[in-house]
């Protein structure tokens, strides 16, 4: 997968709580392998039953458009484990969500594909939105190696992301990569284990 050291952009508000991944990615994104996930992300709030964008939707208006990070309600990518819903946010070009909480699920789908879910305390995401919302320039940088989120009007917060999920989002690594990392230790382990417990090794 894609490293993950720092996004820097345009960040979205939006501010809603429980966004679950029917809403992310609907059902017709996952009917054909050709489907094009980021235009359908969201598609039942951007478009029209005709087709045509909703002009008051958050990624249909300018600057927004060109989102590289969106700021939200609690509770995002509940619903079903859908990892098209991770995919269709890659696909618009958006490399980080922030939210007050995640649904683990949609949590972890998106450690896995090199999509940072950071989590802030709900007032801060709050403050933030609001100065996306007011911005002549809505944009930010997150940047995993300082671990320092800025934005509009001198916005600056510190985060944190455990030691494992951080290294494996810095070096593009998803978890069987992270498993291969410690072969050495494992093979280590399997002869030592082999000497103590020789029976559990015997081929029937």
């Known amino acids: 997968m894609d490293r993950f050291t720092k996004v820097e952009g345009i960040a979205a508000p939006m501010m809603v709580a429980n966004v679950n991944t029917d809403a992310l990615s609907p059902t017709a994104a996952g009917k054909s392998t050709s489907v094009d996930l980021g235009k359908l992300l969201f598609a039942n709030s951007r478009y029209n039953l005709d087709g045509s964008e909703i002009p008051e939707f958050v990624l249909n208006r300018e600057p927004y458009r060109q989102a590289k990070i969106l700021v939200t309600g609690e509770n995002f990518g509940c619903g079903s484990s859908r990892e098209r819903a991770v995919w269709a946010l890659q696909k618009f070009g958006i490399r980080c969500v922030i939210a007050p909480s995640f649904a683990d699920i949609f949590r972890d789908n998106s450690y896995q594909n090199g999509l940072l879910p950071l989590e802030l305390p709900a007032d801060v995401c709050n403050k933030l ?6 911005a002549n320039n809505p944009e930010m940088s997150v940047d995993l190696e300082t671990q320092v989120v800025t934005g509009p009007n ?5 985060f944190e992301v455990s030691a494992e999920r951080r290294m494996a989002l810095l070096e593009g690594l998803d978890e069987m990569s992270v498993i291969l990392r410690m072969e050495p230790e494992i093979d280590q382990f399997q002869a030592a284990d082999r000497v103590q417990r020789p029976w559990i090794y015997e081929r029937a």
């Open 129 to 134: 939105a609001d100065l996306l919302e007011h």
């Open 154 to 158: 001198g916005f600056r917060h510190s």
